[in-house]
Structure formats: C-alpha cells, structure tokens
C-alpha cells in the first residue's frame, strides 16, 4: 500500500473519531477546522500519527506514562501467554501475575507489605481514602476522618479524588465535593510565599501544621502528597520539607500517603519519588509508570501496620476492607508490569534516568539563560518543568495562550512536549518534560532545540 493509499485509508478514521470520539479534556470546537491528532504507531521513544507524521514523544504517552517506551514486544508477549491461560477472576482470589508482581513490587519497598489492585491513579486514591475512613471508624470513633491535601496537586478525576485536589479550575463545575477534605498551602519554592530569608522548606511544613491545629488533630486522619507535583508545575519539594513533613505526621498521628501516579517506577531516577527523601509512607498509591500503559493498572499498597487493622475481627463482622474492583482481577495488569520491571531492572534504567536527567536539566538551565522567558527550571531525573513568565522579577506568569503555543510550535517540529494542565489555576505556565526512561542524549538534544527554536519564535 503506497503512503497516499494509507493516509486516505485512515481518513476514514480520522473522520470516525471527529464524529464520534469524545476525547479527554478536549475542547471540541477546534476539531470543527482542524483534524483530531489520531495516533497510530509507537516505537521507543517515537510515535505516527494517521497522517504519517513521526513525533518524538518528550512526554511518554502525553502523561507521563509510557516509561519503557513504545514497541515492547516482550511485555506483548508476556500480556498474550498470561492472557490465553488465564485473562480473569476476579481478585478475591489470586493469581500468578498478581502473586509475583505483589512480591516483586514490595521487594523495591521496603517498609510496605500489601499490594491492592484496581484500574486507574483515581481509583488507587479512592481506595486509600476508604483506608483512611475505616480506620478513622474502627480505632477512632470516626472522629480522625479529614484527609489533608496539597493546593496544586492532582489526584485523580472522580469526585473525591478531585475533592482532593488542589487546583481549582479542575473543579469548578463539578461541585458539590465529598466533605472532610481539606487545604494545605503548596510548597514551591520559587513562589516563595514564605519570604526569601531561608528555612523554606522547613516553614511550607510548619504551614501544614498549622491547618492541622486549626481543624483538630484528632480530626485529621491522614496527609496525601505528590512527592514532586507533577501537573501542577514540575515542584521539587524545598530542602528540608519532608524531614519535617514526617515529623508532623508522627506527632499527630496521621497517616502518610505519597501519590506516586505520576513519579513511580523509575520515573526520577529511584523506583519511587519519596524514595529521594528519606520518607517513610504508610500508604503508596501509583499507577501510570506501573505497566508503561500496555495494561491498565493501578496499586495501593500499605504497611503491615495499616493492612492489620483490616484483618478479620471475630468481634466486628464489618471490619475487614469491604471493597472490590472488577477489574483489578484483570490478569494483564501485573502481567504487564512484572516484565516492564524486569525491563527497567536488566536494561539499568534507573541508571539512564540519572545520568539523562542530569543531562537534561543542566541543557534546561542553558536555555534559561538564553531566554528571559524562563523563570525557573526544575525537576528530578526525566521530570522536568520549565516555568514562563513574563518579567523575572514579578515573576508574572505568561499567558496560557503562551505556553500552548510552544507546545503547538514544538508539535510542528515533530516533537511532543506538555504543558501544566489548562484547566488549572493561575500557574498554567509551565512545560513538562518526561520522555521514556530509555531516552538518550541525541533525543534530549533534538527535544531541548524544538523548545529552543519555539522560544525564539514565540517569545522573541
Ligand atoms: N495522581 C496523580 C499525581 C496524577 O498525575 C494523576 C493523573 O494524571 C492521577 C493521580 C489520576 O490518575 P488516573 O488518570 O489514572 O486516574
């Protein structure tokens, strides 16, 4: 088939999908003068569109997913063999995949101990709220039943994941919210709304703290963060933030959760993000990273400690973990995932992410210096964000209108990079890097020029 045969064959496609698919955080009016991107083929770090267009994907799947990169045929093939032995049953019993990734996972956590399965980073945090609200009901009356949430971090698109979710224009409309979620401030540095006089990292948790004293700590039961925010901005969190993060959690009981969604699985350099900082979580939650997008699933994984207050109560018949999800029994999740971590283990990628993020970042900071545009760099390993502003010393955020356009300039020149996402708040003025843990230092280079010619082009 000759390449015009081809295009025309999915014009067809393309015309299905305009016509019938209602795509993700989409505004559909564009689509009335513009084709829909339609995706067609992935290979390693790059990807075609219908159209026959080769992108270089800086953002694995658009978010931050595809961490071993496209094409992997040995996950393929891991999916089939577990597939046509054994697709489904549900979870209440076991199963192989789901046995050995249970093992495996927990073998790069130590300190946790159970593994629960479900589809999606949403539903991962759902189900570690449900923890928290059950222990907040059988040890506490019901009475420590608030989770503490981060402004500008994301967990997940349900109504109590967004009522946990700290960007605002993400839930206008959406409302009402599940109660008994409740605010702490940001901790981004660069924004320094705790002054410039040191010890940043050490206030933005002191600010936390004081939430807790305002709502009653024996009202709150448990802390969720991102270990670095990922769509709210690409934050690394500031030294000394969560040393004392911790500490507050001991004083006042509550239980830790760190949303790896986006960090876990090798995306900064260490299998998990919270593992850069010395922090010991109650609960984990990821998803993304976790099978690279070749199956869905997502995990929520706890202590011993947590899990124990779940084991059967002869005297209490309701207190063991009266959830289910259909398809956390989908045997192609942990499949997939098995391989994806034997693939990020033997080909040393954690490895890879250091050196290239390394590579990355100091390639960031040089074009920091040739475009004024660019406020602040910032990122571990191969998650990176570059904030733009419109004055440095105001630090005024650029329009949205701004970084759209870089994204849409990068696209042109073939290579894919992300942007803040646009229904959030005020700091939708960030681009987000995070290609695939096996990328190399010619592919930063080409990806690093598409934004250096972008810049130029659109900012001056
Ligand atoms: N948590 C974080 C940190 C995320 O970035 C996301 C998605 O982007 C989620 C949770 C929700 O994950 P999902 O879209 O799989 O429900």
């Not at 080909?347 to 290239?356: A, G, Q, S, W």
């Amino acid at each position: 088939m000759t390449l015009t045969e081809q295009m025309n064959d999915f014009s067809e496609v393309i015309e299905n999908d305009r016509a019938h698919v209602w795509h993700h955080i989409s505004q559909h009016k564009r689509y009335e003068t513009v084709d829909p991107l339609v995706i067609i083929e992935g290979k390693g770090m790059n990807v075609w569109d219908a159209k026959g267009k080769k992108y270089l994907d800086a953002v694995s799947g658009g978010v931050w997913t595809v961490n071993v990169g496209y094409g992997r045929e040995t996950i393929a093939d891991a999916v089939r063999e577990q597939l046509v032995k054994l697709n489904y049953f549900a979870n209440s019993a076991g199963s192989i995949p789901g046995a050995n990734f249970a093992k495996a996972l927990i073998d790069k956590m130590p300190g946790m101990s159970r593994v629960y399965f479900s589809n999606s980073g949403s539903e991962a945090n759902e189900k570690a709220y449900k923890i928290v609200r059950q222990i907040a009901h059988n040890k506490y009356g019901g009475k420590k039943h608030k989770i503490l949430y981060r402004d500008r971090d994301y967990h997940g698109t349900t109504i109590t994941a967004l009522s946990s979710t700290g960007q605002l224009q993400r839930k206008d409309q959406y409302g009402p919210f599940t109660p008994g979620f409740v605010e702490v401030p940001h901790c981004c540095e660069y924004r320094s709304q705790y002054g410039d006089d040191g010890d940043y990292g050490v206030k933005a948790a002191l600010a936390i703290e004081e939430v807790i004293l305002r709502e009653g700590p024996d009202t709150v039961g448990a802390l969720v963060l991102e270990p670095i925010t990922a769509g709210g901005g690409v934050i690394t969190p500031p030294e000394g933030y969560w040393e004392k993060v911790q500490e507050i959690c001991k004083k006042y009981d509550i239980l830790l959760h760190i949303d790896e969604v986006v960090c876990g699985l090798g995306r900064t350099g260490k299998w998990f993000g919270y593992q850069h900082y010395g922090i010991k979580p109650d609960i984990v939650t990821m998803a993304k990273g976790v099978a690279s997008g070749y199956a869905a699933i997502s995990c929520t994984v706890t202590t011993e400690e947590v899990f124990d207050q779940f084991k059967n109560n002869p005297s209490d018949p309701m207190s063991f973990f009266r959830d289910i999800s259909t398809f956390g029994g989908c045997t192609a999740g942990p499949a997939a995932a098995l391989e994806n971590m034997r693939i990020i283990e033997d080909e040393n990628l954690l490895d890879n992410v250091t050196k290239m993020g390394d590579y990355l970042l100091g390639k960031l900071h040089e074009l920091k210096e040739k475009h004024e545009v660019i406020g602040d760099v910032r990122g571990k390993g191969l998650f990176c964000g570059l904030e733009l502003v419109v004055d440095r010393e105001t630090k005024q955020p650029v329009d949205e209108s701004i970084t759209q356009a870089v994204v849409g300039e990068c696209m042109a020149q073939g290579v894919i990079i992300g942007a803040t996402n646009r229904s959030f708040r005020e700091f939708n003025n960030t681009l987000c890097l995070s290609p695939a843990l096996i990328c190399t230092t010619e592919e930063l280079d080409e990806i690093v020029t598409a934004i250096d010619n972008a810049l130029s082009k659109i900012c001056g």
